[in-house]
């Protein structure tokens, strides 16, 4: 069993910044390609940042792009989104997903099943 826990949501004024994080646990030898997604009140959820195994080239979405910076840490199996320069259409639930390897002989696995989330709210 695996599974995918997000943290550091909140409650934070325009421009201000926040850093979610994302950590896998369970039957995990690493974690390898990651992303965050978001999904706004009423809206389909939506892809964010991405980060490739060894983090060495990440990826962001046009909206996001100079503001927010995904990271990972191998050694504890999570990754990170800091957010800056935070505005009110950021608000959403912020999800992680992508895939692992269960051992170091397989082949990357996705981990299939979402996360709860964590709130981000932006607002004055």
């Known amino acids: 069993q695996v599974q995918l826990v997000e943290s550091g949501g909140g409650l934070v004024q325009p421009g201000g910044s926040l850093r979610l994080s994302c950590a896998a646990s369970?039957?995990?030898?690493?974690?390898?390609?990651m992303n965050w997604y978001r999904q706004a009140p009423g809206k389909q959820r939506e892809w964010v940042a991405g980060?490739?195994?060894?983090?060495?080239?990440?990826n962001y979405a046009d909206s996001v792009k100079g503001r927010f910076t995904i990271s990972r840490d191998n050694a504890k199996n999570t990754v990170y989104l800091q957010m800056n320069s935070l505005k009110p259409e950021d608000t959403a639930v912020y999800y992680c997903?992508?895939?692992?390897?269960?051992?170091?002989?397989?082949?990357?696995?996705?981990?299939?099943?979402w996360g709860q989330g964590t709130q981000v709210t932006v607002s004055s």
């Open positions: 980060i490739t195994g060894r983090g060495g080239t990440t």
């Open positions: 997903n992508g895939n692992y390897y269960r051992d170091a002989l397989s082949l990357p696995r996705d981990f299939g099943s």
């Open positions: 369970g039957s995990i030898f690493s974690i390898n390609a």
